[in-house]
């Protein structure tokens, strides 16, 4: 059985995107992250070491994604869900990157890709 840790709307100012101007001046991204993990080792113990410190991963994945920019947001997502999967208690992830200010010539309030990746793949 696998339990699930939600965190949602981590905010990062990223330089990713196909056009020059949107290298040149950025914008907000926000990070959902859903972890499939065994909570009960952490419960039973109530000790940090036995369950995902998710502040730290939450540094990681702002950290990945307000460096290095890239073209795709799926490039992005992959490259969260990697860092995700570096914890061996992580069986699975989905992360969902949200571009609310993409650059569509439409009013529109998001747009946004979401992934899962397994541990074992």
């Known amino acids: 059985m696998t339990d699930e840790l939600a965190i ?4 990062c100012f990223g ?9 040149r001046e950025g914008q907000v991204f926000l990070i959902d992250l859903t972890l499939g993990l065994d909570t009960a080792p952490a419960a039973a113990s109530d000790d940090l070491q036995d ?5 730290s991963l939450v540094a990681q994945v702002k950290a990945q ?6 073209d795709l947001i799926e490039t992005l997502a992959q490259r969260i869900a990697d860092v995700c999967l570096l914890d061996a208690r992580v069986e699975w992830v989905r992360v969902t990157v949200h571009k609310p200010d993409a ?13 899962t990746r397994r541990a074992d793949a």
């Open 8 to 11: 949602t709307g981590i905010e």
């Open 15 to 23: 330089h990713h995107g196909v056009f020059e101007f949107e290298r």
């Open 51 to 55: 369950t995902v410190d998710y502040g």
């Open 65 to 70: 994604v307000e460096r290095d920019p890239v």
């Open 103 to 115: 650059p569509i010539d439409a009013t529109f309030s998001d747009v946004a890709l979401t992934i």
